[in-house]
Nanobody
Framework: QVQLVESGGGLVQAGGSLRLSCAAS????????VGWFRQAPGKEREFVAA????????YYATVVEGRFTISRDNAKNTVYLQMNSLKPDDTAVYYC???????????????WGQGTQVTVSS
């Protein structure tokens, strides 16, 4: 089984940028699609973006499309989430997770990282 560790979160002003990383160890990372999800206080965990095993397919939530970019470097066992034009509503804990195929459905993901906090101030 693969283990995931997120990093890159922090405090940023509205309009700023952050790049999150999801580093994997264990089984061959390129065997997995990877998704990013986020959870704000008092809200359900929601889909942000997903990428297929060799980055051919990418999906984005409507609220982040055009601002966020998901990418991966299988040689480094890492998936990235570049977040630009950040808004206070983007404040949440961000999680990465693996699945067999890229999907927006949380239930299809079986391995999760511990999350990284992103806070966007107005």
């Amino acid at each position: 089984q693969v283990q995931l560790v997120e990093s890159g979160g922090g405090l940023v002003q509205a309009g700023g940028s952050l790049r999150l990383s999801c580093a994997a160890s264990g089984r061959t990372f390129s065997n997995y699609a990877v998704g990013w999800f986020r959870q704000a206080p008092g809200k359900e965990r929601e889909f942000v973006a997903a990428i297929s095993r060799i980055a051919v397919t990418k999906y984005y939530a409507t609220v982040v499309e055009g601002r966020f970019t998901i990418s991966r470097d299988n040689a480094k066992n890492t998936v990235y989430l570049q977040m630009n034009s950040l808004k206070p509503d983007d404040t949440a804990v961000y999680y990465c997770a693996t699945s067999r195929v890229p999907t927006i459905h949380l239930r299809e993901y079986d391995t999760w990282g511990q999350g990284t906090q992103v806070t966007v101030s107005s």
